[in-house]
């Protein structure tokens, strides 16, 4: 949890000093599940032989799992190994009420379902979800993405009782990725849930508060018995000590071996107790005790520190209460790539395996450019975040938000707990090249803990198109919470985010709401736009669509409004109301094709006819303009019918039918997409890869349900605890602006690996290269549909890699990008070769004065320290120098480098004003007569101040200077000063690589 409020915000933060919910007070369910030579039939029928021999039934409960339904629904469930198969009986008060209609696959209401849930690995968050209605209709689906992207070849069968009615259920394992199926002592995460009007609407296995689609809250399977999946744990856990203590390190270290003969010990007496596990209890019970041995375990493991680091995929985060298994490598550096003007996110996570707190803050250093003298601060291109849990319905909780990590808050670990860290890299106004930064972790009560995250990004020679493709939109409605907070913040959110979109009050925006009208009921004056204005010089007039909010019930009479279609009068004042509004996005620079009329929202029949007469109103007076409506599956055919005439822009759901849908491309129209998102939706699957649906339909746009919870009353306080059942907000609350989400963070790079597809796309039509372009080609034409197959969270970024390295050949290949300036990106980076805080050290071969230094060899494993940009005074080796006015120190690095370029901490009195001069020499040999004058730079003092300034940009900071080395030959270097009679150097940091 994070101690003090960070950036600002008044949030929840799910701690120990919360009250608990009712959902937390039930553990998630737990149940064995027999193994059984072949699988039931699937007649729906109760009476099979197979599920005769089954006799535990497991009850549903109510959403938050405090109390059992009267109108009974009860499941049994068994697998042969190859399938998993369920049996429910659903009670109904009234069964003939039961729809009998089958809609067939992917099409179901929702009213009366049995939901079933499986995530095949428990310790991984993608589950698949299953539905089956009493008449039939049935859905399949990965997380929530829409059910037409997955289809399983699962069996089911329906069948409607004078009770109620009964779900048969057979799911094939391997197509979730049991290839082998499951054997005795596997487990899974499962819930099954009931959707229903009979009873309690929400009806769960496990409790999920009402909102189904939540991964932590799936209860277990355990296949097979308690005693058989005891045992196998137990098992595994006594395999993982016995690697450790033959690990190498483990056989250096007396005291790490000491603790493992002591976790063998317990382990040895967990599997006893294993043996007599009967009960869902008992296997809880001995689960605790399993996890706390995993966590010694870890602890044994990562020697004297106890902050455990490693990399972590942003688009699939560990479970809260889960800590990185034994198998699991620390790694404390980071790599990324990308182009300019892209946002590059990067995770990690740090977990606590002592058997106390630590409470740390994160320092990030300032950018260094490798191979020269770029500096940048930190906060210009990186932004540091956490992950963090925020409450949802019924109690449970999410981790989502990214409240960002100033350098004075404070994350405290609980022990055997872990955080993850969320990194944004903004590569805007980065040059290309190879840029490091350092992440030092500071525990405050115990400096020896201290953690370094070397960060290096690799900044491609060319810029992501800005698009406008994929056109974005999220109902953003900044008048509501909790946008409102800060307005302006909310804006600029918008704009990073890609969002170019935007819904403007259609009544105010279009100058509707400004007019009045004289006794012939003519306009008095023109529209007045001043609001339309404030949101074009608020998101600009290039890449942008804007649409007016305006159904025809808004209209007046005077306008064609209230069934007055064929008064003369009023068609005539709406063409020029209309004519105005076209003529004034044209004098800002922007065409017809800019701005579109919100004539109606998922219409049903009487709102299709509305759009029908706003339509023939807008045909009559202007027909390039556009109709802007959005169609969802609910929508029959007969009602796009209606409107088909008059709509322009249709901005449909991907899962809608396939008569819907080739009705609509038959349509000579604009496509857009959109989807309604709750909070518990993957970010992965849901938001990030919507952009690929896109690309495959053909789409120009993609839009999602909602920035924030728009139309949900509040009452005014700011906890994150939403006052409906399901949350749609991407955002959440802060005194200094919005918080972004990672789902909100996930659509932002959905937007980014469209806009690759379309850029490698043009690049392939205009390169003369016939062997590039095939390859771009095929490779544009195959990577979106190779994404939404895909089941790997890592498929997206794997492919953009894909993407970005033929993008960069065919760059190359037009001139556009030099060979050279690629080649030098993936030359090794130089090493830093001199230092100050080791042990070997060499005294500089001048005797004017006392300085000694440190060379680093290429395998120093202390490279991360050296780089980390925080050059400083170490005790010890630090010259003071008040004798000569010119003096020098020269450096033997042992061998001849190929250097790169020089740092230097240079302390001289601001007070005394004085030119300072700085030189640097090269030679290979190190005589008098073999110098060669590489770079000189010369510090000013400014009158009135204690600031010295450096020309060529040379000063970083604090007396931080850098040289060039031109890449030149050297074994020796010589750093020649001249000063006013006092000075003091620093660290020197000389760098370059190793000769081939």
């Not at 698949?128 to 070849?153: C, V």
């Amino acid at each position: 949890m994070i101690q003090k409020q960070v950036a600002g915000l008044v949030m929840v933060i799910l701690s120990l000093s919360l009250p608990v919910s009712a959902l937390a007070q039930h553990a998630a369910a737990v149940a064995s599940v027999p193994l059984v030579e072949r699988g039931p039939t699937m007649d729906g029928g109760t009476d099979d032989a197979v599920w005769r021999t089954i006799s535990e039934q497991h009850s549903l409960t109510n959403a938050d799992g405090t109390r059992t339904i009267d109108a009974a629904t009860r499941f049994r469930v068994c697998t042969d190994g190859q399938w998993l198969y369920f049996l429910v009986e659903a009670a109904h008060p009234r069964p003939t009420e039961l729809d009998r209609t089958n809609l067939g696959r992917d099409r179901i209401t929702w009213d009366e379902t049995v939901e079933i849930f499986i995530a095949p690995d428990p310790q991984a968050p993608r589950y698949y979800h299953f539905a089956l209605a009493p008449g039939g209709s049935n859905y399949d689906a990965i997380e929530q993405a829409p059910g037409t992207d997955w289809d399983s070849s699962w069996k089911h069968h329906s069948t409607i009782t004078e009770d109620g009615w009964v779900a048969a259920i057979a799911i094939p394992l391997r197509e979730l990725g049991l290839v082998e199926g499951v054997k005795i002592g596997d487990r899974l995460a499962v819930n099954v849930c009931r959707t229903t009007e009979a009873a309690s609407r929400h009806q769960n296995w496990s409790p999920t508060g009402g909102v189904f689609h939540q991964r932590q809250a799936m209860g277990e399977f355990i296949i097979g018995s308690y005693q058989d999946a005891a045992m196998a744990n137990a098992r595994q856990l006594r395999e993982q000590i016995n690697t450790a203590a033959a690990s190498e390190r483990i056989q250096k270290d007396t005291s790490a071996q000491s603790a493992l003969r002591e976790l063998t010990r317990t382990s040895n007496e967990l599997q006893a107790e294993a043996a007599r596990i009967r009960s869902a209890e008992q296997w809880r019970g001995m689960e605790k005790r399993r996890s706390d041995l995993l966590n010694e375990l870890r602890a044994v493991l990562s020697g004297n520190n106890p902050m455990f680091i490693w990399q972590v995929n942003p688009w699939d985060l560990p479970a809260m209460d889960d800590l990185p298994g034994a198998e699991v490598e620390q790694n404390t550096h980071l790599t990324g790539e990308a182009f300019q003007k892209e946002h590059l996110t990067l995770a990690f996570g740090v977990a606590n395996l002592s058997n106390a707190p630590v409470r740390f803050r994160i320092l990030p250093s300032e950018w260094a450019r490798l191979g020269s003298t770029d500096r940048a601060a930190a906060a210009d291109h990186l932004t540091v975040r956490r992950v963090t849990e925020v409450a949802i319905s019924g109690g449970s909780i999410l981790r989502d938000a990214l409240p960002q990590l100033r350098i004075e808050d404070e994350v405290t670990l609980l022990p055997g707990s872990h955080a993850v860290i969320w990194l944004t890299v903004n590569t805007r106004d980065m040059t290309a090249g190879v840029w490091r930064s350092n992440l030092t972790l500071v525990p405050l009560l115990a400096p020896d803990m201290r953690k370094d995250v070397a960060l290096q990004t690799t900044i491609y020679p060319a810029a992501l198109p800005d698009g406008p493709r994929p056109y974005s939109a999220n109902w953003a409605y900044y008048e509501n919470p909790p946008s409102s907070v800060n307005r302006e913040a909310a804006y600029q959110d918008q704009r990073e985010h890609h969002t170019n979109i935007h819904y403007l009050p259609g009544y105010a925006a279009s100058g509707l709401g400004s007019l009045s009208y004289d006794d012939q009921g003519k306009p008095r004056d023109d529209p007045d736009f001043s609001i339309l204005d404030e949101w074009i010089d608020r998101f600009g007039d290039r890449g942008q669509f804007y649409i007016f909010r305006m159904d025809y019930p808004r209209l007046p009479a005077e306008m064609g409004g209230k069934d007055n279609l064929d008064d003369p009068q009023a068609r005539e004042n709406f063409r020029w109301w209309v004519t105005k509004v076209r003529e004034h996005f044209e004098s800002r620079g922007m065409s017809v094709r800019d701005f579109a009329w919100y004539a109606a929202d998922e219409p049903d029949l009487e709102g299709a006819h509305q759009v029908r007469k706003f339509g023939t109103l807008m045909q009559s007076a202007d027909p390039q303009q556009q109709i802007y409506v959005t169609v969802y599956q609910a929508q029959r055919v007969e009602w796009l019918e209606i409107m088909a005439p008059y709509v322009n822009v249709w901005t449909m759901k991907f899962n809608i039918s396939k008569e819907q849908r080739d009705f609509l491309l038959a349509q000579d129209a604009r496509y857009f997409s959109y989807n309604v998102l709750p909070n518990t939706s993957s970010p992965y699957f849901s938001y990030r890869r919507e952009a690929m649906l896109a690309k495959v339909y053909d789409s120009e746009g993609i839009g999602f349900w909602s920035y924030e919870d728009t139309g949900i009353p509040r009452d005014g306080s700011t906890s994150w605890i939403p006052k409906s059942a399901t949350s749609y907000a991407v955002i959440y609350e802060g005194q200094d602006g919005v918080v972004p989400s990672v789902r909100w963070e996930a659509w932002r790079q959905g937007i980014q690996d469209f806009r690759y597809v379309e850029w490698l796309e043009t690049l392939v039509e205009a390169s003369s290269d016939a062997t590039l372009a095939s390859q771009g080609r095929t490779l544009a034409a195959q990577t979106p549909q190779h994404i939404l197959d895909s089941r790997d969270r890592t498929t997206a970024d794997r492919s953009m890699a894909e993407l970005r390295r033929i993008i960069t050949q065919l760059l190359v290949a037009d001139g556009s990008v030099e060979q050279e300036q690629v080649d030098r990106l993936v030359r090794a980076s130089p090493l830093c070769l001199t230092g100050n805080d080791t042990l070997q050290l060499y005294e500089n071969l001048d005797n004017v004065s006392r300085y000694r230094y440190s060379v680093a060899p290429s395998d120093d494993p202390d490279q991360t320290r050296l780089t980390d940009g925080n050059m400083q005074y170490p005790s010890g080796w630090v010259l003071f120098n008040g004798a000569p006015e010119t003096w020098a120190v020269t450096f033997d690095l042992q061998r001849p480098w190929q250097l790169s370029h020089l740092d230097f901490l240079a302390d001289v009195n601001p007070f005394v004003p004085n030119v300072r001069h700085f030189t640097v020499y090269l030679s290979e040999t190190g005589r008098e007569d073999d110098w060669v004058k590489i770079d000189e730079v010369t510090l000013r003092h400014e009158p009135g101040t204690d600031v010295l300034r450096a020309d060529a940009g040379r000063m970083r900071k604090d007396h931080f200077i850098g040289m060039e080395l031109d890449a030149m030959r050297a074994r020796y270097l010589r750093l020649e000063m001249k000063t006013p009679g006092y000075a003091r150097l620093g660290e020197v940091r000389i760098y370059g690589w190793a000769e081939e």
